[in-house]
């Protein structure tokens, strides 16, 4: 069974950072894709950043230059987060092994909230 957890959302001031934690059970990160997601209040889930098999890492032209996808030990992503605006609010999604263009695993999401 494989599990994914999200850790270090919280609350931020605009221009702060954080760094959030996915951490697998089950599963070694290593040689496969993995990306973080979030999704704001009334809006789509949208992809923030990527790492693919070939460990190349794609960024949402919204994020980019002030967030950073790293993998830490094999079991473990991160995201660090910088330069945080009220727009970054949101339900942030760790998901890893993509198959037939879908993800999957997801964990249950951790929420940042960026307040002015």
């Known amino acids: 069974q494989v599990h994914l957890a999200e850790s270090g959302g919280g609350l931020v001031q605009a221009g702060g950072s954080l760094r959030l934690s996915c951490t697998a059970n089950?599963?070694?990160?290593?040689?496969?894709?993995m990306a973080w997601y979030r999704q704001a209040p009334g809006k789509e889930r949208e992809e923030v950043s990527r790492i693919n098999v070939a460990g190349e890492v794609f960024y949402s032209s919204s994020v980019k230059g002030r967030f950073t996808i790293y993998q830490g030990n094999s079991n473990t992503l991160y995201l660090q987060m910088n330069s945080l605006s009220i727009e970054d609010t949101a339900m942030y999604y760790c998901a890893a092994y993509r198959r037939n263009n879908d993800w999957q695993y997801w964990g249950q999401g951790t929420q940042v909230t960026v307040s002015s």
């Open positions: 089950g599963l070694s990160f290593r040689g496969y894709a």
